[in-house]
T-cell receptor, first 110, second 116 residues
Framework: GQQLNQSPQSMFIQEGEDVSMNCTSSSIFNTWLWYKQDPGEGPVLLIALYKAGELTSNGRLTAQFGITRKDSFLNISASIPSDVGIYFCAGQLRAGKSTFGDGTTLTVKP | GAGVSQTPSNKVTEKGKYVELRCDPISGHTALYWYRQSLGQGPEFLIY????????DSGLPNDRFFAVRPEGSVSTLKIQRTERGDSAVYLCASSPTTGLATDTQYFGPGTRLTVL
């Protein structure tokens, strides 16, 4: 089946630094999604990308849908302590079923 | 308004027992999804409903797993003859329209299932 490779697995950064994480797949997706999950809660959608090459921003977050449709990246600028959590990428080939990566755990030191 | 709710929040059972996990979607949402999340991993798709019918059940791991949504609202995930490997957080999500790619899936907090 489809698998997503998400990297890095974890990041330890200083408050104010920029963060970059990415996701690659062996097969194409038609939609790329980025989620954040806090302990004891379900994932919350941050950014959705629907078109190859699309670059979308949401506040300090920017994500891109790779031109090959097999990859995506998420950047967080000027990190703050509340950015701490686990970030997941997910791809959809068709409506409904999302395939998730294994997450990037972000730790921000004040 | 109220989000997706799941009950129970925690369930501990013994190997071989039967369990039911409940999901109450956001009111008016027609699409409902079940995922399973093991420790240190991302959610793994199980099944997706549009209304009362299962539109895609390709993620159910075997015939011990079954899910229903008889009235197009609340859904129950049923696991028979539980095994230790079934231990995970079971997440439910709902989305507002009819499963279009642009739907946002809103996740509940999950049910943590532990099989002893």
């Amino acid at each position: 089946g489809q698998q997503l490779n998400q990297s890095p697995q974890s990041m330890f950064i200083q408050e104010g630094e920029d963060v970059s994480m990415n996701c690659t797949s062996s097969s194409i997706f038609n939609t790329w999604l980025w989620y954040k999950q806090d302990p004891g809660e379900g994932p919350v959608l941050l950014i959705a990308l629907y078109k190859a090459g699309e670059l979308t921003s949401n506040g300090r977050l920017t994500a891109q849908f790779g031109i090959t449709r097999k990859d995506s990246f998420l950047n967080i600028s000027a990190s703050i302590p509340s950015d701490v959590g686990i970030y997941f990428c997910a791809g959809q080939l068709r409506a409904g079923k999302s395939t998730f990566g294994d997450g990037t755990t972000l730790t921000v030191k004040p | 308004g109220a989000g997706v709710s799941q009950t129970p929040s925690n369930k501990v059972t013994e190997k071989g027992k039967y369990v039911e996990l409940r999901c109450d979607p956001i009111s008016g949402h027609t699409a409902l999804y079940w995922y399973r999340q093991s420790l240190g991993q991302g959610p793994e798709f199980l099944i997706y409903f549009q209304g009362t019918g299962a539109a895609d059940d390709s993620g159910l791991p075997n015939d011990r797993f079954f899910a229903v949504r008889p009235e197009g609202s609340v859904s129950t995930l049923k696991i028979q003859r539980t095994e230790r490997g079934d231990s995970a957080v079971y997440l439910c999500a709902s989305s507002p329209t009819t499963g279009l790619a642009t739907d946002t899936q809103y996740f509940g907090p999950g049910t943590r299932l532990t099989v002893l």
